[in-house]
């Protein structure tokens, strides 16, 4: 998992396109069908615990039900559904136990990455993170906030982090966790308040990966998700009538 990862992750969580892209360069029928419908997932308009139709697929799309199933695999790979006997492809809905789980987990990859990046010398990708919290700060500051743009450019920071230590493996996990908690990253961030502390510690982060502080960099990094952690569990429970 390289930067191309990182610069694809616009399109994955951007708009849903009509239609599938062509060119030498473009991703498998399957693979085009498994990003629209993960955007839709995560756009909500598949609700946790509703079930994705082959047939309807087929049709929206205009293809034959093998690469749907194909695109159903993926999804399922990457956490977001189920697919069931007798029942299908049904999205998938963490529980706060998971969402705990999984977040923690990430917190530590991503404090891990920090941590390298600044024992680097000199630290990379500096200037792609400085110009993406500079992002991240002027969307704070609109009075009609930008949500979804904060969490994908927040996502890139984080993928940013990890390519800068060269590790292939580092990178693929956090990828690989992205889809998992990309809904309730949202969630996460969903409060102006909570955005404009993200913004000031993503700050603070770059100014210690400078400064070479690693130990204040991972603990940093860490902040960052244990706070989005912290507040998507907070919504959860209170959505379950829990406290």
């Known amino acids: 998992m390289t930067l191309g990862s990182v610069n694809r992750l616009e399109h994955s969580l951007g708009s849903i396109r009509p239609g599938l892209t062509e060119g030498p360069q473009?991703?498998?029928?399957?693979?085009?069908?498994?990003t629209q419908l993960a955007d839709s997932i995560i756009n909500e308009e598949y609700a946790p615990g509703a079930r994705i139709h082959e047939i309807a697929v087929s049709e929206q799309f205009?293809?034959?039900?093998?690469?749907?199933?194909?695109?159903?695999?993926?999804?399922?790979?990457?956490?977001?559904?189920?697919?069931?006997?007798?029942?299908?492809?049904?999205?998938?809905?963490?529980?706060v136990a998971e969402v705990d789980d999984i977040f923690e987990i990430?917190?530590?990859?991503?404090?891990?990455?920090?941590?390298?990046?600044?024992?680097?010398?000199p630290p990379k990708n500096l200037s792609q993170i400085e110009e993406r919290i500079a992002k991240l700060q002027h969307l704070t500051t609109q009075a009609d906030q930008d949500a979804a743009r904060y969490v994908t450019i927040s996502q890139e920071l984080s993928f940013l982090l990890c390519a800068g230590t060269g590790s292939e493996q580092?990178?693929?996990?956090?990828?690989?966790?992205?889809?998992?908690?990309?809904?309730?990253?949202?969630?996460?961030?969903?409060?102006?308040?909570?955005?404009?502390?993200?913004?000031?510690?993503?700050?603070?982060?770059?100014?210690y990966i400078r400064a070479g502080a690693e130990d204040d960099a991972e603990r940093t990094a860490r902040e960052l998700v244990d706070n989005s952690r912290a507040m998507a569990i907070k919504m959860l429970r209170s959505e379950e009538g829990t406290s």
């Open 26 to 34: 473009a991703l498998s029928l399957a693979e085009q069908i498994a």
């Open 62 to 95: 205009q293809v034959s039900r093998g690469p749907v199933r194909e695109a159903l695999r993926i999804l399922e790979n990457a956490g977001l559904v189920s697919i069931q006997p007798r029942r299908g492809a049904i999205v998938t809905n963490l529980t």
């Open 106 to 121: 990430r917190a530590v990859l991503v404090g891990l990455a920090a941590r390298r990046l600044a024992r680097s010398s």
């Open 170 to 207: 580092l990178t693929s996990i956090v990828y690989s966790l992205f889809h998992q908690t990309i809904r309730y990253t949202r969630i996460g961030l969903s409060t102006p308040e909570r955005r404009q502390t993200s913004a000031k510690t993503w700050a603070k982060l770059l100014e």
